[in-house]
């Protein structure tokens, strides 16, 4: 699971809600969603990097791999924020580089810049983290919201055919059930025979996170996944009011957190599939 902004939703990233995702969700994976603007990290870098060191303790020591999310939206070029991404993945590297389950998301979502804008981007922070952590798995964004390129008119040829000049990386995709269809699908497809994909952030609803949930869509995606041996994170653990928040609005801080009592219906439905994959 993947909370939603650290700065928006501190209550929900309990003690008793990381043992619920452990426990009784069992899930393997958390990805921690620390937005860069909106009032996150660059109000107060210390703050936040200091919250997200706190979050990858609490997930480690219940055995879930963490994915150290740098939540970067708009501006959608990665760029803008290189010298804060510096400064933010040289600390966490030098902190939890030795850590076997920490995952570096480099760039959450670019949008309106060339993939070779991105890659150079890339290219750039990953031996930040590389001074530090040298095997680390990074994950880097494509295109479009990291659809591959999709969502602005391109497909995969563009990441498959001019890959970033690094070792142990992932690419990641991101989908939202009632608003990509088919051609998302069969572009995640193709891209995972060719290159490592990682869907770091799915909803089953539109792309707003809100709306009504396309289960049967979603379980499409689910199944394709499964078959390429696609590993994923659903958005968001959060009790926000929007739909592809699984809790019900006022759940935290207090929970609870395990069951389905204060769960909305894609909760309920993610949360099953995530106990029984």
Sequence with gaps: MSTHGIQWFPNCYSNAAF????TDWRADVVRLS???????????????????????????????????????LDPGDPNYNLSRARTFFTEIAQRHGGKP?????????????????????????????????????????????????????????????NRVNATNIMYTFHFYAASHGQSYLDTLSRAADRVPMFVTEFGTQTSSGDGANDFNRAQQ???????????????????????????????????????????KPAGTWIRDHIRNR
Aim: net charge negative; hydrophobic share 40%.
């Design 19 to 22: 043992d619920a995702l452990a």
């Design 101 to 161: 389950n920490i995952l570096y998301e480099v760039a959450n979502e670019p949008s309106g810049v060339s993939w070779s804008t991105i890659k150079s981007y890339a290219e750039q922070i990953i031996p930040v983290i590389r001074a530090q952590d040298p095997d680390g798995v990074v994950l880097v964004g494509t295109r479009a919201w990291s659809s591959l390129g999709v969502s602005e008119g391109a497909n995969e040829n563009e990441v498959v055919n």
């Design 34 to 72: 620390m937005y860069v603007q909106e009032g996150g990290y660059e109000t107060n870098p210390r703050l936040f990097t200091d919250r997200m060191h706190s979050y990858i303790e609490q997930a480690s020591a219940r055995g879930m791999y963490v994915i150290v999310d740098w939540h970067m």
């Design 221 to 263: 995606y689910l199944n394709l996944m499964a078959t390429k041996q696609i590993s994923w994170v659903n958005w968001n653990f959060s009790d926000d009011f929007r739909s592809g928040a699984v809790l019900t609005t006022g759940t935290c801080p207090n929970g609870p957190y395990a069951g389905t009592s204060r769960l």
